[in-house]
């Protein structure tokens, strides 16, 4: 369900060719070792086939908070801020040329397959900052990601409660971990857009969309508290799993939901999704920084309407639950109004539509199978798919239920979407402390360094190469005979 963002890639680049330090000598030559590494995990990620980065991806973000107490010192010596009780002296000798490739911004949709987007050069350690946090915080996405796959995969015996609790928790920590580096984010990208009027280099780091990742983040993160607890994804996903065989001796068990308060949960969720979806909208039209790309918005737009979808199936269980049948049904015509799927007048009493319309459905959810199988972009849809197929489990018994016991008139959908109550909000967002260097490794740094600085010496493989995978139009397996030392032009 997270989104599968797309790690950033940096150039290489030395401290001590722009910063000196005469109260700690070494922390430049440290920080630029540090900075080696997480750039070459992050060259290491993103060249392994995305189906193999999971076993990657801890050692990107073990990296990456390794390198962030160095860079906090660097840009706390620069203010002249004590660490510890040390007092840190940094001297700026040249701007410096560090290089970003952003993966959010619209023009990161390139229109050549296989073809990176360009980098964007920032001359200020505070846009440093400001991408490695941010990648930080998109690696916990993805790990977020990574807990909650098993819940999806078809191949295998379905797992049980208490591992589903246990990944739907791990993941929520993540997603919460997520939420409050964007927090930190936006915070200090707006003290630097009021304060100073630096306009940032791309949009993903301009305030309106770290304050709408901050908002994604909350808003899957309190999804997560509905999942944990919501029997009905499970009890489909299990009748569609061909390894299951509790069918054999024993019917699924479909416990009584606090459905009111889950509607309530998804009605917030909701709402952060609808102020991420605005506050990334309004950058298309917002000076300097760019924009986002249409996928990004088009997953924001989506998991708004399917988080409003999820809170009137919690309205229809609760009105179910109560014996009105009929209110329940209308609720469910509501949550198909927001998924966007319309049932024909063919399809009542629980009778799917067939022809292209059928086969188009079932290609779509093969698809999606196959992309969850693999571990790639799957759950690219914000969980609507999932969703959809929960409404014709729900939609196939209430109307049987309601033609042959009940025989309740179906009210209209419309006043029902009126009355719905505001959301309410289950996390609380924890401020992020930026990590601080301890005081053991600050006196070891006031010794002089030991070696050179040797980090722009080597630069990035990828500085002249802005192809990625195999070439377009090259046999599998011939990769290395179609390189030259020339240009490619399309």
Request: net charge neutral; hydrophobic share 40%; charged share 20%.
């Amino acid at each position: 369900m997270p989104y599968p963002f797309v790690l950033p890639t940096t150039s290489s680049f030395s401290f001590t060719s722009c910063f000196s330090c005469e109260s700690h000598p070494s922390l430049p030559l440290n920080a630029s070792t540090r900075r080696g590494v997480v750039r070459e995990d992050l060259k290491a990620f993103k060249r392994t086939p995305r189906e193999h980065q999971v076993a990657k991806l801890p050692t990107v973000v073990s990296s990456l908070i390794a390198y962030l107490p160095y860079l906090f010192a660097v840009d706390a010596g620069l203010s002249q801020q004590a660490i510890n009780g040390e007092e840190i002296a940094v001297i700026l000798k040249t701007a410096p040329a560090i290089e970003w490739r952003p993966t959010l911004s619209d023009n990161a949709a390139v229109a050549v397959p296989g073809k990176d987007p360009s980098r964007v050069k920032v001359h200020s350690l505070e846009y440093e900052v400001f991408f490695v946090l941010s990648c930080l915080a998109n690696a916990h996405t993805l790990q977020a990601r990574i807990a909650l796959h098993p819940l999806y995969v078809l191949s295998t015996a379905p797992v049980g409660t208490q591992q589903r609790q246990v990944a739907v928790s791990a993941a929520t920590k993540n997603l919460l971990d997520a939420a409050s580096i964007y927090d930190y984010l936006a915070l200090r990208a707006e003290g630097l857009s009021s304060g100073y009027g630096m306009a940032p280099p791309c949009a993903d780091i301009s305030p309106a969309a770290l304050r709408a990742q901050c908002s994604l983040a909350m808003a899957e993160a309190t999804l997560l508290a509905v999942l944990k607890d919501d029997p009905y994804p499970a009890v489909v996903a299990q009748d569609r799993n061909k390894n299951d065989t509790e069918w054999m001796y024993k019917a699924p068990d479909i416990p009584k939901v606090r459905a009111h308060l889950f509607a309530r949960l998804c009605l917030a969720a909701s709402e952060h999704a609808a102020q991420a979806y605005s506050l990334c909208a309004g950058l298309g039209r917002a000076v300097g920084g760019g924009k986002v790309n249409e996928s990004f918005l088009r997953y924001l737009d989506n998991l708004r309407r399917t988080s409003r979808a999820k809170a009137c199936r919690f309205f229809g269980i609760d009105s179910e639950l109560s014996g009105q049948t009929g209110t329940a049904i209308a609720w469910l015509n509501a949550g198909l109004q927001e998924l966007g799927v319309e049932r024909n007048p063919s399809e009542a009493g629980g009778k799917k539509s067939g022809g292209l319309g059928r086969f188009k459905e079932k290609w779509t959810e093969k698809r999606e199978d196959k992309k969850v199988e693999r571990g790639l972009d799957w759950g690219a849809d914000a969980g609507r798919l999932e969703e959809t197929r929960v409404y014709e489990m729900l939609w196939e018994k209430w109307s049987k239920q309601n033609d042959t016991i009940m025989t309740q008139v179906v009210p209209p959908s419309g006043p029902l979407l009126q009355q719905m109550p505001m959301g309410r909000e289950i996390h609380t967002l924890k401020p992020f402390q930026p990590p601080q260097l301890d005081s053991p490794t600050l006196e070891a740094m006031r010794a002089p360094p030991e070696r050179s600085d040797d980090a722009a010496l080597y630069p990035s493989e990828d500085e002249d190469d802005t192809m990625t995978g195999a070439t377009i139009g090259a046999f599998p397996g011939m990769q290395g005979n179609y390189r030259t030392g020339t240009p490619n032009y399309f």
